[in-house]
């Protein structure tokens, strides 16, 4: 029975995975997107934003008859549990690529943002291409190691989102209205990128440190 | 056993009860806040913030100890994991409100945007505060037509969330660049707040359905 269990558990975590590397393909795509105007790029993300959500439709009836099934307690019980977060926090972040490859497909064959932004846009989405990547190898390889890189490196990104409200403020902007709007909301979806992987990160230090309660994730929106 | 498992099902149903109280209080604070300059409400939805999370924490406690001691199934099951859903997305609106009510602390004693917003802006309050009162009654009665309400109503949210575009766009704003920022950020906060009422009203729509899986919510986070 124990053997069945953790062979049907090895099923939802390969479905975790592979919801990683949606997403972290999403993530990239919006990228070339925006800072590209990359507009089939933009479509892939936004197609692809089903697959994803169906991943976390299978994900959750997979742990539900886990629990139903095998009534799992201790270690596997807070692994099938985690499980379901980490499934909402990506399907989020799944998200909140398309909205950034929606606001380029909408401005295409213009670049969404005026050029002053470029540099502070791409800095941004190195870095985020940067977690999407770290994103994959935590969760494929359980790494604790790599969570509490993406955990503790947030603070870049926070910097560079303050950044882009003072380049906005500042007489560099030569962007309109429109683009001021569009600026607001592209650097917040990208700051909630990296607020989302960090909680996925502090979810993952918690399995791996066999759910330590000082570590245990508070709040799963960490702000 | 069964008896006793129905009043811990029905404990960990008072604490989520709660949260939707605590959140319905902040909502309408962030709007005291935000629309009236009241610096005092603000205060108190930002530091009632903790007591949401910690409320949170409870609940998941709680949820993992019931499924851990008494191996639900069926319906017990599904009311236990939908519930931790619940609570993630409560604790997420928390959040929200506790940023409408920073943004509002912030530019105190000055109101945080131009006077031409602010009858949209009231708009977007009082349907926020309609729905606040409509989340804590459908979840203390579980009440599914309050809950469809809240589903169907949002659209009139969305609207007011573009004319808040339109606005910023128009000949009529006489806001600074700030202020453009800040109400970009706050109308999204705004729209976020309904869309999760909006996922917490389906959840509870699938619970008080009996689970019919053509009411199953696809992706936690509407868009």
């Known amino acids: 029975m124990r053997v069945i269990f953790n062979e049907e558990l090895k099923q939802v975590a390969d479905?975790?995975?592979?919801?990683?590397q949606d997403v972290s393909r999403a993530i990239h795509g919006a990228g070339d997107a925006l800072l590209k105007s990359d507009v089939?790029?933009?479509?892939?993300?936004?197609?692809?934003?089903?697959?994803?959500d169906a991943?976390?439709?299978?994900v959750i009836d997979q742990c539900i008859r886990l629990l139903a099934k095998q009534s799992p307690v201790a270690t596997d019980?807070?692994?099938?549990?985690?499980t379901l977060r980490l499934s909402a926090t990506f399907e989020r972040m799944g998200d909140l690529a398309r909205h950034i490859a929606e606001t380029a497909r909408r401005t295409y064959p213009q670049p969404t943002?005026?050029?002053e932004t470029q540099q502070l846009f791409t800095e941004m989405q190195e870095f985020l291409d940067m977690t999407a990547d770290r994103l994959v190898s935590m969760l494929s390889d359980r790494d604790a190691q790599t969570a509490e890189r993406i955990i503790v490196d947030d603070d870049q990104l926070d910097q560079l989102h303050h950044q882009t409200f003072d380049l906005a403020l500042s007489d560099e902007w030569t962007g309109?209205?429109?683009q001021m709007i569009d600026m607001v909301l592209l650097a917040r979806?990208?700051?909630r990128?990296?607020?989302?992987?960090?909680?996925?990160?502090?979810?993952?230090?918690?399995?791996?440190?066999?759910?330590d309660p000082t570590k245990e994730p508070a709040g799963e929106d960490p702000d």
Chains 1, 2 share one sequence.
Do not use: N
């Open 55 to 58: 991943l976390e439709s299978s």
């Open 193 to 211: 990128l990296g607020d989302h992987a960090v909680s996925a990160a502090r979810r993952v230090v918690y399995i791996v440190s066999g759910f």
């Open 189 to 191: 979806f990208m700051e």
């Open 15 to 20: 479905d975790l995975d592979r919801m990683a």
């Open 113 to 115: 943002l005026p050029p």
């Open 176 to 178: 309109s209205k429109q």
């Open 77 to 82: 019980l807070r692994v099938i549990v985690s």
């Open 40 to 52: 089939e790029a933009a479509q892939t993300v936004i197609d692809g934003d089903i697959e994803i």
